[in-house]
């Protein structure tokens, strides 16, 4: 998690809008192994729009996984309820 404060958020479906010219709507979600967080959108527009917005999709998927930023609650800077608590790494998938 990043605070960012004033940032302005803009989210697929934005930018899908603002750099593609399509209205789009999110269908699905999900995904496991490298591709947890995957989103399933459908996009309407003028042909041409569509296959820009294909193009654009194209040139980013597969970009590489981000990598984890895993620390122990103990030392944690962020205040969810397990922030400062022993809880062995709740997250650690391994």
Same mark, same amino acid.
Request: with cysteine; hydrophobic share 45%.
């Given at each position: 998690?990043?605070?960012?404060? =004033?940032?302005?958020?803009?989210?697929?479906?934005?930018?899908?809008?603002?750099?593609?010219?399509? =209205?789009?709507?999110?269908?699905?979600?999900?995904?496991?192994?490298?591709?947890?967080?995957?989103?399933?959108?459908?996009?309407?527009?003028?042909?041409? =729009?569509?296959?820009?917005?294909?193009?654009?999709?194209?040139?980013?998927?597969?970009?590489?996984?981000?990598? =984890?930023?895993?620390?122990?609650?103990?030392?944690?800077?962020?205040?969810?309820?397990?922030?400062?608590?022993?809880?062995?790494?709740?997250?650690?998938?391994?």
């Amino acid at each position: 998690m990043f605070i960012s404060p =004033n940032a302005l958020v803009v989210t697929e479906i934005e930018a899908l809008r603002i750099l593609a010219g399509v =209205n789009s709507k999110h269908v699905a979600s999900g995904g496991i192994g490298e591709c947890a967080g995957a989103v399933v959108i459908i996009a309407e527009g003028a042909v041409d =729009n569509v296959k820009k917005a294909i193009s654009i999709i194209g040139k980013i998927k597969g970009e590489p996984v981000l990598p =984890n930023f895993k620390g122990t609650c103990k030392k944690c800077r962020y205040k969810c309820i397990y922030a400062g608590s022993s809880v062995p790494m709740i997250f650690d998938k391994s």
